[in-house]
């Protein structure tokens, strides 16, 4: 077993670099990558950039070129669902792209010929993440997360993401994570932790708590990196 550990930003791996210690770094494909030894089992951690282009490179490379087995996002994201509030955490159940559109022939949005409008996430890591939850003391919502390359600050576009995906929080890399994992047979889990409401006041919510969200969801990722090492 080899455990990819991924974020988009330098915010969401700082913490999880910072309990580690001790890595080593690896320039790769115009990014650095992280590996290190934690308890016996080989981690690969890289921040991708934003969007899902760089994600998508990311983890691609963390499991063809870097050998990972599983593959865990750790990040910050904006709520949908109105009982999100700053800091708390979402589990993605299932994924979907929310700016993928070719509604003129036709199709769902989120869907292309031979794709799926939704990607779901490994059923397994998920339950271990209620145990991880109850261990912690922590209140954790399962939901469904839809991705786009857009920052979205805004309550009309926030609402149709809502509404067209049944989504509950929004983000910018899950979704091409999700369907890379997916191709490659990679067990994947995406934990989020609210950063800001989507809305006219999001980049300044984002700002002000992108550090503790980001410092929230990692703690929670490395606890399940604690559980998937000792089983
Ligand atoms: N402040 C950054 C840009 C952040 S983009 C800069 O200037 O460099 C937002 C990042 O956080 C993305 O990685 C995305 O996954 C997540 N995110 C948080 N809130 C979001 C929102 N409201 N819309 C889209 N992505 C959001």
């Known amino acids: 077993m080899k455990i990819a550990i991924m974020g988009a930003m330098p915010e969401e791996v700082a913490p999880i670099l910072e309990k580690l210690g001790e890595y080593s ?7 650095k990558y992280y590996e290190a030894t934690y308890k016996g089992v080989e981690l690969v951690i890289a921040y991708s950039k934003i969007g899902k282009v760089f994600s998508t ?43 993928l ?18 990607v779901e ?8 993440s209620k145990e991880v939850a109850t261990e912690m003391g ?13 920052f979205v600050a805004n309550e009309e576009r926030k609402n149709w993401i809502g509404k067209e995906f049944g989504a509950d929080a929004l983000e910018m890399e899950g979704g091409s994570v999700a369907v ?18 989507a809305d006219m006041d999001a980049s300044f919510s984002f700002d002000e708590f992108l550090e503790t969200s980001a410092v929230e969801s990692a703690e929670f990722v490395m606890k399940m990196v604690d559980r998937l090492v000792a089983a």
């Open 25 to 31: 770094t690896i320039e790769y494909a115009g990014n």
């Open 57 to 99: 490179l990311t983890a691609t490379t963390m499991i063809e070129h870097f050998g990972a087995t599983k593959l865990l996002f750790s990040g910050v994201a904006g709520a949908i669902s109105p009982e999100l509030k700053v800091g708390d955490l979402i589990v993605a159940t299932k994924l979907s792209q929310h700016d």
């Open 101 to 118: 559109d070719i509604t003129a022939f036709g199709h769902p949005f989120g869907y292309v010929p031979e794709g799926a409008v939704f």
């Open 121 to 128: 996430a490994d059923e397994a890591m998920i339950a271990m």
């Open 138 to 150: 922590k209140t954790i919502r399962e939901g469904i997360i839809a991705t786009g390359d857009q």
């Open 180 to 197: 890379v994992c997916d191709a490659l047979s990679v067990p994947f889990f995406i934990l989020r932790a609210i950063s800001d409401a």
